[in-house]
């Protein structure tokens, strides 16, 4: 799994962050997406996945 975000259309909601604090965080001069492993292991796939899916402005892109 190969994760890239954009950071222009991030809205700054955290979902990311909720979902998977061990590969995004919020940098917090404006609280825009910050990728912390854009390689993550096996075990934290599902929660990559559930962070795409609950980003409000789609700005998290997996590859497979």
Not at 31 to 37: A, F, R, Y
């Amino acid at each position: 799994m190969k994760i890239e975000t954009t950071e222009d259309t991030c809205v700054a909601a955290g979902q990311c962050v909720l979902s998977a604090p061990n590969v995004f965080a919020q940098r917090a001069e404006d609280g825009k997406v910050e990728l912390l492993d854009d390689d993550p292991p096996a075990a934290e796939h599902d929660l990559v996945r559930e962070a795409a899916d609950f980003c409000p402005s789609a700005s998290i892109h997996i590859q497979e």
